[in-house]
């Protein structure tokens, strides 16, 4: 089980050539092989120390909503094949699902 701490203005490599994760304060890059993807942490998350893992819960609690999600569901609307959901880094911050860092084709 991957799990570690990403802080401000720190970077990871994941394991198995899935990428790297760069964090300088409020944003997220990443980048895998020669695509990259982009995302904003509100500035309220900007010095928290946040958790990236590739499995969760089956329910979370996501960002700027108030009830728990079945995690399913999640990766149903983010249209993540079953055989792909444990290589698709999960971004939290004190077990709140932030972001699903994804990258589209």
């Given at each position: 089980r991957f799990s570690t701490s990403l802080m401000p203005w720190s970077e990871v490599n994941?394991?198995?050539?899935l990428g790297?994760?760069?964090?300088?304060?409020?944003?997220?890059?990443?980048?895998?092989?020669?695509k990259?993807?982009?995302?904003?942490?509100p500035e309220s998350l900007a010095h928290q120390p946040?958790?990236?893992?590739f499995q969760s819960p089956s329910?979370?609690?996501?960002?700027?909503?108030?009830?728990?999600?079945?995690?399913?569901?999640i990766?149903?609307?983010?249209?993540?094949?079953?055989w792909e959901r444990g290589r698709v880094p999960l971004l939290f911050c004190d077990e709140m699902l932030l972001f699903m860092l994804k990258i589209d084709d």
């Amino acid at each position: 089980r991957f799990s570690t701490s990403l802080m401000p203005w720190s970077e990871v490599n994941l394991p198995d050539e899935l990428g790297v994760i760069k964090r300088n304060d409020r944003h997220i890059t990443y980048t895998r092989f020669t695509k990259t993807a982009h995302f904003s942490l509100p500035e309220s998350l900007a010095h928290q120390p946040l958790e990236l893992k590739f499995q969760s819960p089956s329910r979370v609690k996501l960002l700027n909503r108030t009830q728990h999600e079945e995690m399913k569901k999640i990766w149903q609307q983010q249209q993540v094949p079953v055989w792909e959901r444990g290589r698709v880094p999960l971004l939290f911050c004190d077990e709140m699902l932030l972001f699903m860092l994804k990258i589209d084709d």
